[in-house]
């Protein structure tokens, strides 16, 4: 089955610092992936369209100046934190939609930052 | 805008019993996708179920399936012999159809299973 991947799972960061957060699709190519936020006991927020070879779109109250993403390969997009502060704490989770299907999006197990 | 509306921020079922989750939602479109999806306290999210808005049958999965009324705009799950391992935060999601659209999700039910 398809599988995606997150690296790290957990991060804990001091305030002020960056967080580079990686989802992998590991045996699917994607040219779409969406970067979630999931506060404490609440919904996944969409953050960010991640598209290959080309600019994110983000939803509006996003700050692609803070929250940098790279989709550099058809396997891989990254979510870095930048000057992060102990409000971005969260859940962050990424989905890739595979090239082979407009279906079903794969979600990765997400990853937790948390900042001091 | 699209909306998804659950409106059982918590639902509890004896297991072996059967238990509905309530979903509705707004859109304008007549091409769609409906999903449930279902987030174990690991949180990774696991597809349960899957609607093509165009399909009039209600999709099934074993012991999932779905009442799929497109005229009200509903979407409800149904468990049939609940599990303990069913106990999780299920989320109800929206996609446009036709294009690489995201998810939009509803706030989510939290389901616990008593044995």
């Known amino acids: 089955g398809a599988v995606v991947s997150q690296h790290p799972s957990w991060v804990i960061c001091k305030s002020g610092t960056s967080v580079k957060i990686e989802c992998r699709s590991l045996d699917f190519q994607a040219t779409t992936m969406f970067w979630y936020r999931q506060f404490p006991k609440q919904s996944l927020m969409l953050m960010a369209t991640s598209n290959e070879g080309s600019k994110a779109t983000y939803e509006q109250g996003v700050e692609k100046d803070k929250f940098l993403i790279n989709h550099a390969s058809l396997t891989l997009s990254t979510l870095t934190v930048t000057s992060a502060h102990p409000e971005d704490s969260s859940f962050y989770i990424c989905?890739?939609?595979?090239?082979?299907?407009?279906?079903?999006?794969?979600f990765g197990p997400g990853t937790r930052l948390t900042v001091l | 805008a699209q909306t998804v509306t659950q409106s059982q921020p918590e639902m509890s079922v004896q297991e072996a019993e059967t238990v509905t989750l309530s979903c509705t939602y707004d859109?304008?479109?007549?091409?769609?996708?409906l999903f449930w999806y279902k987030q174990p306290p690991s949180r990774q999210m696991i597809l349960v179920i899957r609607?093509?808005?165009?399909?009039?049958q209600n999709a099934t999965e074993n012991r999932f399936s779905v009442n799929f009324q497109k005229a009200a705009k509903s979407f409800s799950l149904k468990i049939s012999d609940s599990q303990l391992g069913d106990a999780a935060m299920y989320f109800c999601?929206?996609?446009?159809?036709?294009?690489?659209?995201?998810?939009?999700f509803g706030k989510g039910t939290k389901l616990s299973v008593k044995p």
């Open positions: 609607q093509e808005a165009y399909k009039q």
């Open positions: 859109t304008s479109e007549s091409d769609y996708y």
């Open positions: 989905s890739a939609l595979p090239l082979s299907s407009y279906n079903e999006q794969f």
């Open positions: 999601a929206y996609r446009r159809g036709g294009s690489q659209g995201n998810l939009i």
